[in-house]
């Protein structure tokens, strides 16, 4: 069971989101994070509500994370020690990232089979059964999950994150008719580029570009079952929930939201900060700051006020 002590966890607070204590005084462990309902001694959680529960306010030896209202109407009642912050929810997972989640071995596991060509970086982790290939890059930092193919000319850059079972760099669905009737699929040499700071969920595929490459941009995070097509290109920051499905030749715009089972049809531009809502059928076209929705997918506002 990993122990830290509460001081460590408030300082941190402190430095990266002005963090402030109330409650009382004096240093203890903290083991675990638990949810709010379930609060006891040596544990870390956190309320976002503009009340505390009262059930929460009287386990000493605990940490709470919390906005300033809620705090400001308990101060000098609570026997549970309070962190003030404006984001609960996101101080508390950084604080559980970087204090008492589990971390990555580094290495690379007996089971991987990394191809002779294939560079890899200082402090990276390679799961069982992955698989590199050649002319393949993996960045310092990154972590590689199990049963994860990198097949062939793969970019992946510093600190990313594949989970396990996703396959990258495979050739696309790009086809041509043969003048004698017969189907042939057009090889795709472009491979895959991930920027710094990417995060490929489970089970997703991302296909090698036809002559460019493929590149997903920094920071990009997809959840569990997405598909980047060949030749797409995703901008920074954006997010692409579970099932998305991004035809080749995709441009996705900075700080775009894909929905859960929404679909990109081929060559669509989605612009920066747009937001495709669950299960739209996107067969063209949309500026930027748009909130998209439908079969087929129609604007219906702006994400953003302007």
């Known amino acids: 069971m990993t122990h830290v002590l ?75 020690t309070l962190m003030v912050v404006e984001n609960p929810r996101l101080v508390f997972g950084r604080l559980v990232s970087a204090f008492l989640a589990p971390k990555a071995e580094t290495g690379i596991h007996p089971s991987a089979s990394i191809h002779e060509q294939a560079q890899i970086g200082a402090n990276v982790s390679i799961g069982p059964g992955v698989v590199v290939g050649p002319d393949c890059s993996i960045g ?14 793969v970019q992946v850059g510093q600190g990313c994150t594949i989970r396990a079972g996703s396959t990258l760099g495979h050739p696309g669905f790009g086809i041509e008719q043969d003048i004698d009737g017969s189907m042939f699929q057009l090889p795709h040499v472009g491979g895959v580029i991930l920027e710094d ?28 079952h997405v598909h980047i097509a060949h030749n ?23 700080d775009v939201w894909l929905g859960p089972n929404c679909s990109i049809m081929n060559k669509v531009k989605i612009g920066d900060r747009s937001m495709v809502g669950l299960g739209a059928v996107v067969t063209k076209s949309f500026d930027e700051n748009t909130v998209i929705a439908g079969n087929p997918a129609r604007a219906l506002k702006k994400r953003f006020p302007e």
Do not use: H
């Open 6 to 80: 509460a001081s460590a966890l408030f300082d941190y607070a402190a430095d990266r989101y002005g963090a402030t204590r109330i409650g009382p005084d004096g240093d203890f462990d903290i083991n675990k994070p638990t949810v709010l309902d379930r609060v006891e001694p040596a544990c870390l959680s956190f309320c976002t509500g503009a009340t505390i529960p009262d059930a929460a306010l009287g386990v000493a030896g605990a940490v709470l994370l919390c906005k300033p209202d809620a705090a400001a109407a308990v101060q000098g009642t609570t026997t549970t």
């Open 140 to 153: 310092d930092g990154s972590v590689i999950g199990a049963n994860v193919v990198l097949e062939r000319n």
């Open 232 to 254: 797409v290109t995703v901008g920074p920051r954006s997010l692409l929930t579970a099932c998305a499905e991004i035809s080749g030749s995709v441009t996705i715009g900075a």
């Open 197 to 224: 700071g990417v995060t490929i969920g489970s089970q997703c595929t991302v296909v090698a570009g036809t002559i460019l490459p493929t590149r997903v941009c920094q920071n990009v995070m997809t959840d569990d």
